[in-house]
């Protein structure tokens, strides 16, 4: 329980966030899908790579939430502009976790899970509370954007899951986070605890709107619409900040001194440490875990047994390229199928490198990189080990040729150990 001095002290701000509306929730999307498609966008389209990337968008990240903790109330503009960058930011936390350091997308969901709760639990004993209508303390804002950024990387994690490593793709992991979220919005129509509603609903927002970005602007090939990132990212900014500057005149989201919602609603998400708010919090935080645990090893079951096979799709050769040697015999990976049409894009790559072609080089390791992603999951299932010491090359060939000052013995070298490891 706050001591009493910390409660004098909380009436000297203004609440710092916005009322829960359906305004919140449509930026919120919003937002997520910007984290998506402005990430892809300054990583691949800029050029500045997912190092330098993660380094600007901190930095950016680091200025506005500093002027946001200064402020002494809530102001649309500045909170709205704190959300996006920790989406962005949080997007790549989780990127760089996948793609530099090699942490599967299950370890890295199971550790934003654990310290989502670590963090929200280090909150109630510090406040006594987790309303997220009482943000009127320096040390609670602190709290709420640290549980924010955890969410977003908690949601990247597990949206990359599903549309990657389970290969469920862009609608039906869409579809899947949205059946979700209704029965929650129900629940909490129905009485479920409106603080565990609002935290359970913003973790999966996350996955909703990348899923929604990625499906707008992706290739149609890789399953999207191919809109691109550029043109989803500034019409989702546009629209971001047309309901921003909406509630900013309007101020229909600013929480005054008087608390308009429903007694009930007040009074379940003051009293936090209720019986009924803990033992609701444990059943539907297990039902979740044990939920998610058995989609988990089904599809992973599924995937392993499809008799489909593992090439990549079809993709037109360059012209000129040489042609590929026949099948090489069944080497450390074979467990993982037949791979030859891997072994064709790289080898077609090589050939490029070779003619001194570095930009047809570069150009073709891109379908490299899109069959491997879209095989992920098939493959991944047959034998995580063998998929994984693939992926490692994979990502060496795509670091080399994407350097920004490409080293030609480097990116052979990379090339001709992906090539044997592809047997």
């Given at each position: 329980?706050?001591?009493?001095?910390?409660?004098?002290?909380?009436?000297?701000?203004?609440?710092?966030?916005?009322?829960?509306?359906?305004?919140?929730?449509?930026?919120?999307?919003?937002?997520?899908?910007?984290?998506?498609?402005?990430?892809?966008?300054?990583?691949?389209?800029?050029?500045?790579?997912?190092?330098?990337?993660?380094?600007?968008?901190?930095?950016?990240?680091?200025?506005?939430?500093?002027?946001?903790?200064?402020?002494?109330?809530?102001?649309?503009?500045?909170?709205?502009?704190?959300?996006?960058?920790?989406?962005?930011?949080?997007?790549?936390?989780?990127?760089?976790?996948?793609?530099?350091?090699?942490?599967?997308?299950?370890?890295?969901?199971?550790?934003?899970?654990?310290?989502?709760?670590?963090?929200?639990?280090?909150?109630?004993?510090?406040?006594?509370?987790?309303?997220?209508?009482?943000?009127?303390?320096?040390?609670?804002?602190?709290?709420?954007?640290?549980?924010?950024?955890?969410?977003?990387?908690?949601?990247?994690?597990?949206?990359?899951?599903?549309?990657?490593?389970?290969?469920?793709?862009?609608?039906?992991?869409?579809?899947?986070?949205?059946?979700?979220?209704?029965?929650?919005?129900?629940?909490?129509?129905?009485?479920?605890?409106?603080?565990?509603?609002?935290?359970?609903?913003?973790?999966?927002?996350?996955?909703?709107?990348?899923?929604?970005?990625?499906?707008?602007?992706?290739?149609?090939?890789?399953?999207?619409?191919?809109?691109?990132?550029?043109?989803?990212?500034v019409v989702f900014l546009v629209a971001i900040v047309g309901a921003v500057v909406y509630l900013h005149l309007s101020r229909v989201d600013?929480?005054?001194?008087?608390?308009?919602?429903?007694?009930?609603?007040?009074?379940?998400?003051?009293?936090?440490?209720?019986?009924?708010?803990?033992?609701?919090?444990?059943?539907?935080?297990?039902?979740?875990?044990?939920?998610?645990?058995?989609?988990?090893?089904?599809?992973?079951?599924?995937?392993?047994?499809?008799?489909?096979?593992?090439?990549?799709?079809?993709?037109?050769?360059?012209?000129?390229?040489?042609?590929?040697?026949?099948?090489?015999?069944?080497?450390?990976?074979?467990?993982?199928?037949?791979?030859?049409?891997?072994?064709?894009?790289?080898?077609?790559?090589?050939?490029?490198?070779?003619?001194?072609?570095?930009?047809?080089?570069?150009?073709?390791?891109?379908?490299?990189?899109?069959?491997?992603?879209?095989?992920?999951?098939?493959?991944?299932?047959?034998?995580?080990?063998?998929?994984?010491?693939?992926?490692?090359?994979?990502?060496?060939?795509?670091?080399?040729?994407?350097?920004?000052?490409?080293?030609?013995?480097?990116?052979?070298?990379?090339?001709?150990?992906?090539?044997?490891?592809?047997?």
């Open positions: 329980m706050p001591s009493q001095h910390a409660a004098t002290r909380s009436r000297t701000l203004l609440n710092k966030v916005p009322e829960v509306t359906v305004w919140f929730w449509l930026i919120k999307v919003l937002c997520t899908t910007v984290g998506e498609t402005a990430a892809d966008f300054l990583n691949a389209d800029l050029g500045l790579g997912l190092t330098g990337t993660s380094i600007v968008t901190g930095l950016l990240l680091a200025i506005v939430l500093a002027f946001q903790m200064r402020a002494p109330g809530y102001v649309a503009g500045l909170y709205w502009a704190t959300v996006t960058l920790v989406s962005v930011f949080g997007t790549l936390v989780t990127d760089n976790l996948t793609d530099n350091l090699g942490v599967p997308l299950p370890a890295s969901s199971v550790v934003f899970g654990i310290a989502l709760a670590v963090v929200f639990v280090a909150w109630y004993r510090a406040e006594g509370t987790l309303s997220i209508h009482s943000i009127v303390t320096r040390r609670r804002e602190a709290f709420y954007w640290l549980a924010i950024f955890v969410t977003f990387a908690l949601g990247t994690a597990t949206g990359d899951l599903m549309g990657q490593a389970l290969s469920l793709g862009y609608v039906v992991s869409a579809l899947v986070v949205i059946a979700v979220v209704a029965v929650v919005a129900l629940g909490w129509r129905l009485g479920l605890h409106p603080v565990l509603s609002f935290w359970i609903i913003y973790v999966l927002t996350r996955p909703l709107g990348a899923s929604l970005g990625d499906l707008l602007a992706q290739p149609v090939d890789q399953g999207g619409l191919g809109i691109g990132t550029t043109v989803t990212s600013v929480i005054d001194g008087e608390d308009r919602r429903p007694v009930s609603t007040r009074e379940a998400e003051r009293d936090d440490s209720s019986p009924r708010g803990l033992l609701q919090t444990i059943v539907v935080v297990a039902v979740l875990l044990v939920l998610g645990a058995v989609g988990y090893a089904a599809r992973v079951n599924a995937l392993s047994q499809d008799p489909g096979s593992a090439e990549a799709p079809a993709t037109a050769a360059p012209a000129g390229a040489p042609a590929v040697p026949g099948a090489a015999s069944p080497g450390p990976n074979a467990t993982l199928g037949d791979l030859s049409s891997f072994r064709t894009i790289t080898q077609d790559t090589l050939g490029l490198l070779q003619r001194g072609d570095q930009a047809g080089a570069t150009a073709r390791v891109d379908d490299l990189e899109t069959a491997w992603d879209q095989a992920q999951g098939r493959l991944q299932a047959r034998d995580e080990a063998a998929w994984t010491r693939v992926d490692g090359r994979i990502d060496t060939v795509l670091t080399s040729l994407r350097a920004s000052s490409p080293d030609p013995a480097a990116e052979t070298n990379a090339l001709n150990d992906l090539l044997a490891a592809l047997r």
